[in-house]
DNA sequence: AAAGTTAATCGTAATATTGCGATATAGCAA
DNA sequence: TTGCTATATCGCAATATTACGATTAACTTT
């Protein structure tokens, strides 16, 4: 079906999921760090950077932008990304709480 | 074209991307939450606790092993699946990197 | 051997993702 | 106004993903 069913799971499964697969692709992982290390709101110097067309990376910032990841602000003609550091707690948080779980699992085979 | 270029990125950021990838699907989310939890290698399981058909958990327990989330040992008749710790160790201290970036960032918009 | 259990694989239909060029939109500059 | 730059959106083609039922493979029990 190419659906994926969301009934079956809880909140957190679902919006840890969409985070989680929006950061599972490596132009957007690029993306982050580069706006990270640029340390300021550039944008579309990530079209050079990175090296896919302009409208491909356009794509990929407003998935960034939908689950929270970036956040842009009109700035004169051009618009400044940068990390939701909010978005970016929850997931620390969630993450790591997994991280803990995982590690305190004794092996089993 | 829906092919991934992986020619543009630098291996950590394909290896990354890949296991986020796979973590970003509330099946797998729950299939790994429930192999931590039960703490045993119970497996088909799985198809009871989350509800979706034996071949489609048999699917998403094939990405997981395959880029070693989980891995799988024949125990009779059963499958006994656990937690691949040395590619959860790898994973954590590589995303904790990113959010050590990202908690250093200043905001700038 | 025959039947039952467990998991993997195959085939397939529906939907999603990726990437691009072309076009639109909006601010800035002359 | 007329261009120029920056970004977003549209439409498309290629490929990937998700889920399922049916089948296969392998072990266990009778």
New interface residues.
């Given amino acids: 079906m190419g659906l ?3 009934d ?2 809880t909140q957190e ?2 919006d ?15 993306i ?2 580069s ?3 640029t ?3 550039v944008c579309g110097d990530l079209v050079t950077e ?3 067309a302009q409208s491909t990376i356009s794509q990929h910032l407003k998935e960034l932008k939908h689950v929270g990841i970036i ?3 009109i ?1 004169g003609s051009s618009v ?4 939701n ?1 909010e978005t ?1 707690g929850r997931l ?1 948080s969630t ?1 790591n709480e ?2 803990k ?3 305190a ?5």
Avoid at 20 to 25: D, F, I, N, R, T
Avoid at 80 to 83: D, E, K
Wanted: charged share 20%; with cysteine.
């Fill in positions: 994926t069913r969301i079956k799971y499964q679902v840890l999921a969409q985070l989680l697969k929006v950061l599972g692709h490596p132009a957007r992982i690029a982050v760090q706006i990270i290390r340390d300021s709101c990175i090296g896919l956040q842009g602000t700035e400044c990304y940068c990390i550091k970016w620390e993450v997994l991280f779980s995982v590690a699992n004794p092996d089993c085979c």
